[in-house]
Nanobody
Framework: QVLLVESGGGSVQAGGSLKLSCSAS????????LGWFRQPPGKEREGVAA???????TYPDSMKGRFIIFHDTAKNTLYLPINDLQPADTGMYYC???????????????????????WGKGTMVTVTS
């Protein structure tokens, strides 16, 4: 079975940094799409970033310039470094994955994108003033 496990969250002061990780196992797709999502308290889940098996990345317009997604294929680990954390960054961060093919493309996390079938349980990020 595909298993995604996030880590790296925690409570930090504004201005601090975190590096979120997502360990993946049981993922046997030749081509795939991986993504980061977050859900602020009381708000809807939103896409943060996506990366495919070729290393191509995409970001929603609201996230461009804020995040950089990185996939270490040798370690089967997906990363999301976050610098200069602000209270608005508070939320549950999830990693997700799916196969990428002719009927499940492109690899994006914008509204209306092909749904992700595999999800981690999330890691909480809390930023205090």
């Amino acid at each position: 079975q595909v298993l995604l496990v996030e880590s790296g969250g925690g409570s930090v002061q504004a201005g601090g940094s975190l590096k979120l990780s997502c360990s993946a196992s049981g993922y046997t797709y030749n081509t795939y799409c991986l993504g980061w999502f977050r859900q602020p308290p009381g708000k809807e889940r939103e896409g943060v970033a996506a990366i495919d098996s070729d290393g191509s990345t995409t970001y929603p317009d609201s996230m461009k310039g804020r995040f950089i997604i990185f996939h270490d294929t040798a370690k089967n680990t997906l990363y999301l470094p976050i610098n200069d954390l602000q209270p608005a960054d508070t939320g549950m961060y999830y990693c997700a994955g799916r196969a990428l093919g002719p009927y499940s493309s492109p690899c994006t996390v914008v509204p209306g994108s092909f749904p992700f079938g595999y999800w981690g349980k999330g890691t909480m990020v809390t930023v205090t003033s």
